[in-house]
């Protein structure tokens, strides 16, 4: 395939299946490449601290509007801890606009 050209539906259907993980530790496991890192491989890094200062990966989401960003990240309570059901939990639902097109995450409970 040279670089400028297309992957066809069956190269592409070739290449997902030659680089994918699923299923990859066994059909119920849901830590996916997590599983890559070891206790071992914890303890190497761990060994490797110097200072001991925490730094955040975290990225703060945009959630007013503004020229830049017209529809921002909106997070909704869809169910709270406090409904009286008996397995009561709480249900988030974050919901992301990418330009014009939108994504959106719920987490498992």
């Given at each position: ?43 190497a ?61 719920q987490?498992?409970?």
């Amino acid at each position: 395939m040279s670089s400028g050209s297309w992957m066809s539906s069956e190269q592409h259907r070739e290449l997902f299946e030659s680089v994918k993980n699923w299923g990859r530790w066994g059909p119920e496991d849901e830590a996916g490449a997590l599983n890559l890192i070891t206790p071992e491989l914890r303890a190497a890094a761990a060994a490797e601290v110097v200072h001991g200062q925490a730094v955040s990966c975290a990225r703060e989401l945009p959630v007013e509007p503004n020229a830049e960003n017209r529809h921002p990240a909106l997070h909704m309570m869809v169910r709270g801890g406090d409904d009286c059901v008996p397995r009561a939990s709480i249900w988030n639902r974050l919901v992301i606009s990418l330009v014009s097109r939108s994504m959106e995450w719920q987490p498992r409970t």
